[in-house]
Nanobody
Framework: VQLQASGGGLVQAGGSLRLSCAAS????????MGWFRQAPGKEREFVAA????????YYPGSVKGRFTISRDNARNTVLLQANSLKPEDTAVYYC???????????????????WGQGTQVTVSS
C-alpha cells in the first residue's frame, strides 16, 4: 500500500483544513487507517483512526470534537476534517495504514504498517 497525503497549508487560528490521504494497492477496505502528527522537536502523536468499515472512529482528547476522520472505500481515500484549529495543531500530518493482521492499539505507531510522506499544517495565532 502506498499512501499520499495532501491538503495541508497555512491557516489562521480558528480556521479549518481538510486533509486527504489517497491509497494505492488492493484491499484498502480491509485496512484500519490513521492520522498522526509530528511537531518540531516532539514525538509523532496519534490524531485519529477509523476502522475498516468506517463504523468506529477514535480520537485523543486534544482533538476530539474538532477533528473528524472519514473514509471512502470506493475511492481508496481517507479524510481528516480539522476545524477550530489552534497554533498547537501545527505539525506535519501523516496518514498511516494498518493491515488486517496487525495488532496493538489504534493510537500506537507500531500498529501501522504503511506511512505516507506527510503534509505540513501551520496554524498562525
Amino acid at each position: 500500500v502506498q499512501l499520499q497525503a495532501s491538503g495541508g497549508g497555512l491557516v489562521q487560528a480558528g480556521g479549518s483544513l481538510r486533509l486527504s490521504c489517497a491509497a494505492s494497492g488492493r484491499a484498502f477496505s480491509s485496512y484500519v487507517m490513521g492520522w498522526f502528527r509530528q511537531a518540531p522537536g516532539k514525538e509523532r502523536e496519534f490524531v485519529a483512526a477509523i476502522s475498516w468499515s468506517g463504523g468506529d472512529t477514535y480520537y485523543p482528547g486534544s482533538v476530539k470534537g474538532r477533528f473528524t476522520i472519514s473514509r471512502d472505500n470506493a475511492r481508496n481515500t481517507v479524510l481528516l476534517q480539522a476545524n477550530s484549529l489552534k497554533p498547537e495543531d501545527t505539525a506535519v500530518y501523516y496518514c498511516a495504514a494498518a493491515g488486517p493482521y496487525s495488532s496493538g492499539s489504534y493510537h500506537t505507531r507500531s500498529r501501522y504498517d504503511y506511512w505516507g510522506q506527510g503534509t505540513q499544517v501551520t496554524v498562525s495565532s
